[in-house]
């Protein structure tokens, strides 16, 4: 749930995201919550499993970036 929330977001606020941290694919994340909330023909663990951890540690360096502006 709580990667979910965190592509809630990233969907919610993709304008706004995308011009503060140009060298992101906002796109790809606000999609990422439609494959995990929506998961026709089944939800794949390992999918999101792979993402989360590719995910989190690059989003908690861009944080911690937007935090010191």
Known sequence: ???LCICE???RF???LKDLVLDYDWEAMA???NQI???YGG???DFVW???IRDISDLTIICE???SI
Do not use: C, R, V
């Open 9 to 11: 977001l990233a969907a």
């Open 14 to 16: 993709e304008d706004n």
């Open 1 to 3: 749930m709580p990667f």
């Open 65 to 67: 970036g937007l935090l």
């Open 50 to 52: 792979e993402a989360a």
């Open 37 to 39: 909330a929506h998961p």
């Open 43 to 45: 939800f794949d663990f």
């Open 31 to 33: 999609k990422m919550k």
